[in-house]
């Protein structure tokens, strides 16, 4: 079974420059997440999408960030404008029906300079 | 106070022995636990989940959950240098179909060497 694919693993821009991430879930799990993890600790959550709905945003700081998951499968996640402290591990994770397991894709490590 | 504590370490362990890392967290409903084994510069992998009350073992790893201390512990038998990682706590008020988020510890760093 394949796991969580995310891209680009890298990326690196300027501050207030642009950027988006992309995650495709394990097929067959309608609950996708969006962590990001600074250097040192652990996972926080971003969003949780249930299909292409949004359980959970309270973490998410929507003037700069926004996610989507358009027909309930993959999502990106998108900074505008980023800020030296938006540098992180951005990890999407999938969890399966009637399940609070959630599983990993490799991640993307952002680097605002 | 934070939902999920853990001792950020590092522990240091031998080849060969017992490793053991706790965890606590701070609401009472919690249903679900987790224990994920993040190796540097990669993503958390799930080594462990439990339930209920008392221990779970698979292979050279145990979780322990005592609900009423809301206390979480992962051992690790024999350890081997490879098991050298971030181990990270998570918990979720919810089980099963029921939605809920899940809360992270910091991770405690583990090494063991030969």
């Known amino acids: 079974e394949a796991g969580v694919a995310q891209s680009p693993r890298y990326k690196i821009i300027e501050k207030r420059q642009s950027v988006a991430f992309w995650c495709n879930p394990i097929?067959?799990?309608?609950?996708l997440y969006w962590y990001q993890q600074i250097l040192g600790q652990g996972p926080k959550l971003l969003i949780q999408?249930?299909?292409?709905?949004?359980?959970?945003d309270s973490q998410l700081p929507k003037d700069r960030f926004s996610a989507e998951r358009l027909k309930g499968v993959d999502s990106t996640l998108k900074i505008q404008p980023a800020k030296l402290e938006d540098s992180a591990m951005y990890l999407c994770?999938?969890?399966?029906?009637?399940?609070?397991?959630?599983?990993f894709g490799q991640g993307t490590r952002l680097t605002v300079v | 106070q934070k939902e999920v504590e853990q001792n950020s370490g590092p522990l240091s362990v031998p080849e060969g022995a017992i490793a053991s890392l706790n965890c606590t967290y701070s609401d009472r409903v919690s249903q679900s636990f987790f224990w994920y084994r993040q190796y540097s510069g990669k993503s958390p992998e799930l080594i462990m989940s439990i339930y209920s009350n008392g221990d779970k073992e698979d292979g050279r790893f145990t979780a322990q959950l005592n609900k009423a201390s809301q206390y979480v512990s992962l051992l690790i038998r024999d350890s081997q240098p490879s098991d050298s990682a971030t181990y990270l706590c998570?918990?979720?008020?919810?089980?099963?179909?029921?939605?809920?988020?899940?809360?992270f510890g910091r991770g405690t760093q583990l090494t063991v060497w030969p």
């Open positions: 994770a999938s969890s399966p029906p009637g399940s609070t397991e959630a599983f």
């Open positions: 097929s067959g799990h309608a609950t």
């Open positions: 999408f249930q299909n292409n709905g949004v359980v959970d």
């Open positions: 998570a918990v979720n008020r919810k089980r099963g179909s029921t939605l809920g988020r899940l809360y």
